[in-house]
């Protein structure tokens, strides 16, 4: 048995896992609980609005109409993945859906039962997200859309102890629902079993590997003349500096200056050469060991 979070607790776990979150009027207080009862909790669920355009389908949401009064969810999760916060409570969303189905929620059981019956109030029992979507099967899904879907119904699931077979879509729930139509729901459970994995607010996938690092190859002595402008100039001062070699009032900067020039000579002295092999103008020894960062 799940109590609801609070609207603070909801809005924290969301940023914790990373999602740009946006309070919409007053979502705190926004609900059906005068119609019905909230909770206890017992999963997640995925839909599509049927229109276009962020604030326009937040602003329905929230309002919903005549026949079916909002909140119609508690998020919307718009094209370029930002959470617009519409509801904290019941919201009208899920609508009477199949028992058996809401056992396997419970249960964490998969595959999910044939939803074949709308005998059990969904609106009592699980969250819902709205993802704006026309849902006609040729209206894109953004990679950051599908991203804070992943995210949003996992930051539900660690908050509540739950697995990825706690989120469903509408369509896995209420007879003759199609929503969200544009991928799978076992897609969508596999890449929240990945992120559950994981720490809140980790990246999406495996880490991206560490591109090599590269330096800047020696330029030649004569490089380092008066007047000389070059990045590779400010990439070796920012390297001075952070050796403790700098010698700078100002910069470094791609300009070669006397002040790079006593700076190298530092780095020359650092690394034990003295006379003219200290003289501040770069020799390829004392270069390579700079290691400058390829610009
Ligand atoms: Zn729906």
Not at 180 to 190: H, N
Not at 266 to 295: C, E, F, H, I, M
Request: with cysteine; proline share 9%; glycine share 12%.
């Amino acid at each position: 048995m799940a109590t609801p979070l609070s609207a603070s607790q909801l809005l924290r776990v969301l940023r914790d896992e990373g999602l740009k979150v946006v309070e919409h009027r007053s979502w705190r207080t926004h609900n059906r609980n005068h119609k019905g009862p909230w909770g206890p909790v017992h999963g997640v669920m995925i839909h599509h609005t049927v229109t276009s355009g962020t604030q326009n389908s937040v602003n329905l949401c929230y309002d919903g109409y005549a026949s079916l009064p909002g909140p119609l969810c508690h998020g919307v999760i718009a094209k370029d993945g930002s959470v617009h916060l519409v509801g904290n409570g019941r919201a009208n969303h899920a609508g009477l859906g199949d028992d058996e189905v809401l056992r396997a929620v419970i249960d964490e059981r998969a595959p999910l039962p044939a939803d074949n019956e709308a005998n059990t109030d969904g609106n009592r029992h699980f969250y819902g997200f709205e993802c704006v979507n026309l849902g006609n099967g040729s209206d894109p899904w953004p990679a950051a859309q599908l991203e804070a879907v992943e995210r949003a119904a996992a930051a539900l699931c660690r908050a509540h102890d739950w697995s990825d077979r706690s989120v469903i879509g509408h369509k896995e729930w209420q007879p003759g629902k199609t929503d969200p139509r544009g991928f799978t729901m076992d897609a969508m459970r596999g890449r929240i079993r990945q992120r559950l994995g994981g720490q809140p607010g980790g990246p999406a996938g495996p880490p991206a590997p560490k591109p090599p690092v590269s330096y800047e190859p020696f330029p030649g002595a004569a490089f380092f003349a008066p007047g000389r402008r070059s990045p590779v100039i400010t990439a070796m001062g920012r390297r001075l500096v952070a050796e403790g070699c700098g010698r700078y009032e100002v910069g470094p900067g791609p300009e070669w200056s006397e002040a790079d020039r006593r700076s190298y000579a530092a780095w020359q002295r650092k690394l034990g050469y003295t006379g003219a092999d200290a003289d501040g103008t770069p020799g390829r020894a004392s270069w390579d060991r700079l290691k400058v960062p390829n610009v």
